[in-house]
């Protein structure tokens, strides 16, 4: 430990720390744009120069390392001078089209400026030098040229974080800009954190790009069900649509990073859901969707229900408990089709779904392909998109009754006999397993659209009319036996403050 | 017109040795990227693209890498030198002999307009104020030599050579 005087309060400090990581974790916040805590130190940025006793010029507080005995000064008379000289070059070229800048309201130059600038320009803005307001740097992101401040956040994450090392800055001084290599793009599959990491309105999301305004959406924690990596993530979310998701810091799992594969795939919670249950004679309401279904559990041993590591663990532990206290004779499997890929060495794992391990932990075996040849006559899927991923299996199910739980029009929905609108998961408290056993729990973000209910209410519901109880009077009472049962599903993963991104 | 000609950059043998002698001055591979791009603006009068990939693999690091530090350098030659510069005289005794015929010609024949260059870098066509040629006019500099007492017919005779060789 280092001790280390910050506006003439003692503190100690971690050693090894830079300065600006120890101020913050002392409550002191070092304004900065170049710095970042998921990339190395670069220091060009100067916006978090600071005094520090016995040196005579302004140090960056990025680039410093705590000493014992330092002492540092943030909020002095040259400090916040500089700042405001800083604020003032930065700002010297920029364009101030906050009025169509997608960054406006969760941006750098707008919080600043207000906090340590509030200058007026000495300059006109046809003085200002000009650059491009658009340039396709690769299929997911745009570059406006005239909002960046070279910070070199997005290169050193291209180089240092990912490898791929697809941006650059070209020029010097005026005409400096961020640029691939002509004729390539920016292509790695980890592209859209360079968007987040941006702290100006430079880099922007293609899908997101003026869609929606940052301030009307509100977010909720959530985990990415993309893989079987579980990255932390933020949806944000407007008039019950998701807008974007983000990554959340988990320095256990996918510390500030996603991928865009995982980023991109929301759509399928927005679009072409099933609102209404479906059968032979029309659209149904859900307690008429719970007779038909039970109509078909008349004889439980020609029932198999299949789960889905897609679906969370409270979904899973209430299918599990379902068959065992209200249908004792139907056979319970669960697995997946979904086409794996590969281990990219960073995020990516080759199980596409992220609840695989949470399912074999509660104990639902995988023998999903053998039970499907099997001789069960109905077949209720929960959240599994067998034909999508296998439509070869259309042979298998053709003799079976099949009622298909999903939240969206898949194959195999098309080819159910019935269809029971369910929710996803961003309309769910719950949680997934992910590949190294942690169960990450996320809040529901946005309303059940039309007749959508989790799979706890349905099953509860089944039961309730097959006269069985399932023992919980709510979710919280399932989750709580579910980790006190299940070894290791008790520790909490603790809720992190969200760092400053800007 | 324009005919594109693709040059390929590589090391010399002897380049190849130098390279091998001075490598191990540098810390990285990536310290070897400035002495290459002198190579290559020594021996090919600029550096393309393609080279920029060369030294690249050489340096063991990406293209984009190289460009910046090409692109940070003004020092650095990054264009084809334009090698036939055709400068028509445009001032009043060339103008009265027809010098705006000649300098209509030219950017018909070369598709460009005065004060651009073709795409392959080989020509650009400038018009120009008086080059102290009066007595000849129209006439015209190619790079340093006079060309006078132009006509049509001569104009498509020298194309014809400068667009052979």
Known sequence: ?502 | MATTEKTEVKFSEARKQEIERIRGRYETPRGLIMPLLWMIQDDYGWISYDAMELIAGECETSPAWVYSIATFYTMFELEKPIRYHLQVCNTLSCGLCGSESILAHLEDRLGIQAGESTEDGRFRLTAVECLASCGTGPMMQMNDEYYESLTTEKVDAMLEEWNCD
Not at chain 1, 75 to 100: Q, T, Y
Not at chain 1, 180 to 196: H, I, M, Q, R, S
Not at chain 1, 328 to 346: E, K, N, V
């Open chain 1, 1 to 502: 430990m280092a001790k280390i005087t910050i506006n003439g309060v003692e503190q100690a400090v971690e050693d090894g720390l830079y300065l600006i990581e120890a101020a913050r974790r002392c409550g002191v916040d070092i304004p900065h744009y170049c710095y970042h805590p998921g990339l190395p130190v670069e220091g060009n940025c100067r916006m978090c120069s600071v005094e520090v006793e016995g040196i005579p010029k302004l140090q960056t507080a990025c680039t410093t390392i705590v000493q014992d005995g330092m002492v540092v000064i943030t909020d002095s008379e040259k400090v916040v001078g500089e700042r405001s000289d800083v604020m003032e070059f930065l700002l010297r070229n920029h364009p101030i089209d906050c009025p169509i800048c997608d960054q406006a309201g969760e941006c750098g130059l707008q919080d600043y400026y207000m906090e340590h600038g509030l200058h007026d320009s000495r300059i006109t803005v046809s003085e200002k030098v000009k650059k491009k307001k658009r340039v396709d740097l690769g299929p997911n992101v745009v570059l406006d040229s005239e909002r960046c401040i070279l910070c070199t956040r997005c290169v050193r994450f291209c180089k240092d974080v990912v490898g791929t090392e697809e941006l650059v800055i070209k020029n010097r001084s005026n005409h400096a800009e961020i640029t691939t290599f002509p004729g390539k793009g920016l292509v790695n599959p980890y592209a859209l954190n360079t968007v987040d990491i941006c702290p100006v309105g430079a880099l922007t999301s293609r899908k997101f790009r003026f869609q929606c305004r940052v301030w009307y959406m509100k977010n909720a924690t959530s985990i990415c069900p993309g893989c079987e990596r579980g990255c932390n993530i933020w949806i944000d979310h407007h008039e019950n649509k998701i807008q974007r998701l983000r990554p959340r810091l988990n320095p256990d799992v996918n510390n500030y990073w996603m991928c865009d594969e995982g980023r991109l795939d929301f759509h399928w919670i927005n679009d072409d859901r099933v609102l209404r249950a479906e059968g032979p004679d029309g659209l149904m309401r859900p307690d008429e969707a719970d007779r038909a279904v039970l109509a078909l559990l008349s004889n439980p041993g020609d029932v198999l229900i299949v789960a889905s590591p897609r679906s969370t663990n409270e979904s899973l532990f209430a299918l599990k408990r379902f068959v065992e206290v209200a249908l004792p004779g139907a056979a319970l499997t669960g697995g997946s089709f979904r086409p794996t890929g590969d281990d990219d060495g960073f995020l990516r794992l080759p199980d596409k779904n992220p609840n695989s391990r949470g399912m074999r932990e509660i104990g639902i075996a995988g023998d999903l392909e053998n039970r499907l040849n099997g001789s069960a006559g109905v077949v209720l899927v929960f959240e599994n998109d067998l034909l999508g991923d296998r439509p070869d299996l259309e042979s298998v199910l053709a003799g079976k009754k099949v009622v298909a739980f999903t939240s969206n029009r898949t194959a195999t929905a098309r080819g159910a006999d019935l269809v029971v609108p369910v929710t996803t998961y961003a309309e769910l408290n719950g949680s997934f397993t992910n590949h190294a056993g942690l169960r990450q729990e996320f809040r529901s973000a946005i309303r059940p659209p039309g007749d959508s209910r989790s799979v706890f209410d349905v099953v509860k519901s089944l039961s309730g009319l097959l006269g069985k109880e399932l023992g919980w009077e709510s979710e919280t009472a399932l989750t709580k036996e579910m980790t006190d049962v299940i070894t290791g599903w008790g520790v909490r993963v603790e809720e992190e403050t969200e760092l400053h991104a800007g």
